[in-house]
C-alpha cells in the first residue's frame, strides 16, 4: 500500500488545499464566539472532520520540563510527556512536526506556535499521511495555538493544566507580566526562562521590537517574596511606559530610577540591564545598573564579557550613565543573567560562580549547536539548576538574543 492510499474498506478523506481553507474558515468563525469551555470538542471535531483520532493538546508548564495534557471533552488526556525525552517534546523544542508510525497508521506531534513562541503541541492519529495532510494539520495547529492563546485571557483551565505545584502570590505577579518567552524572525530571536517557576519574585524580563529596534531589559528587585515583586513590577511598568515614550537608554534609566526611589523610598532599589540592538546593523548599546556583565556567545561558545561603566542600580539616585556599545556579528548571541545563577552555592556550600557559568554555556551550546534559541535558554537553564544541585534560594533569570540580521520582507509578498 502506498503512501496516502487509503485502506481497503475506509473512505478517502478530502484534505485538499481547497477542502482545508474551507475547514479553517469554519473553524475560525465558530472561534470569535466560543466559549473557553468548548474549544477542547470544537478541535476534537475538526481532527475528525479530516480523519484524525485520539487528539490531545499538550500545554507546557511553568517550570518548562513537561509538556501537560488539556482537559476537555473530546480529547485524550494521558500523562505529561518529558520536554527533555519524548517526541512531544522534539515537536515543542524544535517547533517542528514529528511522525512516530504506530499499530494502524501514524502519530503526529504539532507544535502550537504562537507568532514563534512555542505554545504546546498537539498530537493525533491517521491512518496515513501525505503531503496534503501535513500542509493542513500545520495550518491547523497554527490557528489552534492561535484559538488557545487568545482564549487563555478569558479563563483559568489553562493556567491549571499548567501547574504542577503550588504557586506563590509574588510568581502569578510575574508570569502575568512576562512577555511571550520566546520570539523569532528573521532578524533577531530572543528567548527567556525564569527560577523558581513556581516561586519566583523579584527577577523579570522584558522586550519589544520596534520597526528595527529591538528594545530588551532584565530586572532583579531585591528582596524576595511579594515586596520584591511589587517592585519589579513598578519597574517594569516604568520601563515600559519611558519605551513607549520613545527615549533614549539613559533617559529610561532615569524615568526608572525616579519611580522606584518615589515609591519604595531611598533603601529599595532594582538592578537592571537596558538594551537597544539595531537588527539591521547589530549595533548593540546597553546601560548597566549594577547587573552581572552579559556574555557574548560567539560560534558557540562565549567570547567574552561585555564589560562596560556601571551605574547605580534604579532607584538608588544614580548619575546620567554612560552607555555602552558593542558591533556583533551575524549568529552572534548575547546572554543576560541575574546574580542568583552565579551567587547560588553548591552542597558544599561553594559559590557557583562566572567561570562556572561559563562553562555550562559552552556546554550547552556545543550539545545543542543545531537547535533553536528555544531550546538553548531552556536547556541552559535546566543545566545551570541540575550545577547548582538542583537549588534556587534566589531567582535565577536567563535572557538569551541573538542576532541574525536576516530579512522580512519577503514574507509579505503573497505567492
Known amino acids: 500500500m502506498t ?11 478530502d484534505r485538499s488545499e481547497g477542502f482545508g481553507e474551507r475547514l479553517l474558515g469554519v473553524l475560525l468563525d465558530r472561534a470569535h464566539e ?9 478541535i476534537a ?3 475528525a472532520r479530516i480523519g484524525g483520532r485520539d487528539v490531545t493538546v499538550l500545554l507546557q508548564d511553568y517550570a518548562q520540563e513537561l509538556l501537560v495534557p488539556l482537559p476537555g471533552r473530546g480529547l485524550v488526556v494521558g500523562e505529561p510527556e518529558v520536554i527533555a525525552d519524548s517526541p512531544a517534546g522534539t515537536a515543542f523544542l524544535r517547533a517542528t512536526a514529528v511522525e512516530v508510525p504506530q499499530a494502524g497508521g501514524v502519530r503526529m506531534y504539532l507544535p502550537l506556535l504562537d507568532g ?13 499521511v501525505d503531503d496534503d495532510d501535513r500542509r493542513l494539520l500545520r495550518r491547523l495547529a497554527g490557528l489552534v495555538a492561535e484559538i488557545v492563546v487568545t482564549k487563555h485571557a478569558y479563563t483559568d483551565r489553562f493556567f491549571q493544566a499548567r501547574r504542577r505545584e503550588p504557586m506563590s502570590v509574588s510568581a502569578e505577579m510575574q508570569w502575568s507580566l512576562l512577555p511571550p518567552l520566546t520570539m523569532s524572525v528573521p532578524q533577531v530571536a530572543v528567548s527567556g526562562a525564569v527560577e523558581p ?6 527577577d523579570s524580563f522584558d522586550y519589544a521590537l520596534n520597526d528595527d529596534i529591538l528594545h530588551v531589559a532584565v530586572f532583579d528587585a531585591m528582596g524576595h517574596g511579594l515586596d520584591a515583586a511589587t517592585m519589579a513590577t513598578v519597574a517594569v511598568g516604568a520601563y515600559r511606559h519611558a519605551r513607549r515614550a520613545g527615549i533614549g537608554l539613559a533617559e529610561k534609566y532615569a524615568f526608572m530610577d525616579r519611580a522606584i526611589a518615589e515609591q519604595f523610598g531611598p533603601d529599595h532599589f532594582v538592578t537592571a540591564q537596558l538594551m537597544d540592538l539595531d537588527t539591521t546593523t547589530g549595533h548593540l548599546q546597553w546601560v548597566n545598573a549594577g ?38 556579528q551575524r549568529g552572534d548571541r548575547v546572554l543576560c543573567y541575574t546574580d542568583g545563577v552565579i551567587e547560588e552555592r553548591d552542597a558544599e556550600g561553594e559559590l557557583f560562580g562566572e567561570q562556572r557559568l561559563i562553562r555550562c554555556v559552552n556546554a550547552v551550546e556545543r550539545a545543542r549547536a543545531e537547535e533553536g534559541i528555544r531550546a538553548g535558554a531552556l536547556w541552559l537553564s535546566h543545566t545551570l539548576k541540575r550545577e547548582r544541585g538542583g537549588r534556587t534560594s534566589d531567582d535565577a533569570t536567563v535572557l538569551l538574543i541573538e542576532w541574525r540580521g536576516g530579512a522580512a ?3 509579505t509578498i503573497l505567492e
Not at 503512501?3 to 478523506?13: D, M, N, T, Y
Not at 556583565?293 to 550613565?321: C, D, K, S, Y
Open 3 to 13: 503512501e496516502g492510499e487509503p485502506r481497503p474498506g475506509s473512505r478517502r478523506v
Open 34 to 42: 466560543m466559549p473557553p469551555q468548548l474549544i477542547a470538542p470544537m
Open 45 to 47: 471535531e475538526e481532527v
Open 116 to 128: 514563534s513562541d512555542e505554545v504546546g503541541v498537539m498530537a493525533l492519529s491517521l491512518a496515513s
Open 197 to 202: 517557576a513556581y516561586s519566583i519574585a523579584g
Open 291 to 328: 547587573h552581572p556583565a552579559p556574555l557574548l556567545i560567539r560560534n558557540h561558545e562565549v567570547a567574552r564579557q561585555l564589560e562596560g561603566p556601571t551605574t547605580l542600580p534604579v532607584g538608588l539616585g544614580g548619575e546620567h550613565p554612560t552607555i555602552s556599545e558593542h558591533q556583533l
Open 409 to 411: 520582507d519577503h514574507l
